[in-house]
């Protein structure tokens, strides 16, 4: 496959990816939605349904790896890099795609939840719950955009995002690629949408299952630039969490396929 193959295809499969996944957690917790509060199964069910329509459909192209910890992990099994940068940077502007897509779709229970008085108080810039929305780590939407942890403790957080990463990247080696090994199969992408959706109920209470660098960083990056009224921060002193660990945990799955299954 080509190099305008694999940014294509990555590009718009990530894309997808995001605008799915994060759709399913716009429609969950936002105000005047008629999916809200359906609860963590429907966000994890979601995510995996997420995953399985991006991978049918840029598969043919790239191989769908849409995650960077996957284009790793795969490098590393194979020892060829020449493609890594351009699968990461497909990656990354298709997750900021999604995530404006959703912001799109959503534009307007956005802006209710946003200027609810329950959500950032009052109107005025002097809203106590405004201002607490402007400053915080994190604000109010940040979770349909990225990830973030319940409780946080940078060596647990860390670890998490290592250890779930670990898990679906081994699960791809393993199960998931296609006949040439640089990509998923057509079997191999619902085995991979069953793993995450096993490791968002299994792995996915303490931060909120990234296992993916660019399905974070890229839309925290579009919720950092968006005109969201009173949206809060952005929560950067975490962003490297979900961004490190899963590339570790990536290369460890590689690690070990290449010493156990090889």
Sequence with gaps: MSSSDIFIGETIGTAILILLGAGVVAAVVLKASKAQNAGWLAITFGWGFAVLTAVYTTAPLSGAHLNPAVTLGIAIKDGDW???????????????????????????????????????????????????????????????????????????????EIIGTFVLVLAVLTQGLNDNGNGLGILGALITALVVVGIGLSLG??????????????????????????????DWSYAWVPVVGPLIGGAIAAGLYKLAFA
């Design 82 to 160: 020449s493609n890594v940068p351009t699968y990461w940077a497909g990656q990354l502007l298709g997750a900021m795609i999604g995530a404006t897509l959703a912001w799109v779709a959503y534009y307007g229970q956005f802006r209710a939840h946003l200027t609810d008085p329950e959500i950032v108080g009052d109107p005025g810039a002097e809203s106590t719950k405004a201002i607490e929305a402007r400053e915080s780590q994190a604000g109010p939407v940040l979770g349909v955009f990225s990830t973030g942890p319940e409780i946080r403790n940078v060596a647990q957080n860390l670890a998490t």
């Design 205 to 234: 209470g303490p931060t909120g299952y990234a296992i993916n660098p660019a399905r974070d960083l890229g839309p925290r990056i579009v919720h950092a630039l968006l005109p969201l009224p009173n949206k809060g921060g952005s």
